[in-house]
């Protein structure tokens, strides 16, 4: 859908907002500390957490210590596809978070606990 591209442009465009401040830019990926304070914050009380360093295993799929953007849109294009009446960048990113990402954060968890 037109109105689906549209909102991951837009998300899109701020995910490069903040790749800018990365040492390396124009890459596809968002160092942690770029992603959290760019995405995590208004979901995750603070960076060192336990709770955020499992969000950001969860979205580390490569496990190569960035979040690289395909692994943020996963969440971004199921989120979408299980909610299609989304409207707005700011709705995108609460349902991904709400929905997808902090879920899978607690997979994250009971593999910590069973390892």
């Known amino acids: 859908r037109e109105s689906h591209k549209k909102l991951l442009d837009e998300v899109k465009q701020l995910w490069d907002t903040w790749d800018l401040q990365d040492e390396v830019q124009d890459d596809e ?5 770029s992603f959290y304070h760019g995405f995590m914050a208004p979901y995750f009380g603070c960076y060192r957490c336990t709770t955020t360093k499992q969000a950001l295993r969860a979205l580390d799929m490569d496990e190569n210590g960035f979040v690289d953007w395909k692994e ?28 997808g990402i902090i879920p899978a954060m607690r997979d994250v968890q009971l593999q910590n606990m069973m390892e």
């Open 29 to 33: 990926r968002l160092e942690f500390d």
């Open 72 to 99: 943020f849109q996963v969440y971004l294009k199921w989120a979408l596809y299980e909610y299609p009446d989304i409207s707005s960048a700011d709705d995108l990113l609460d349902t991904a978070f709400q929905k």
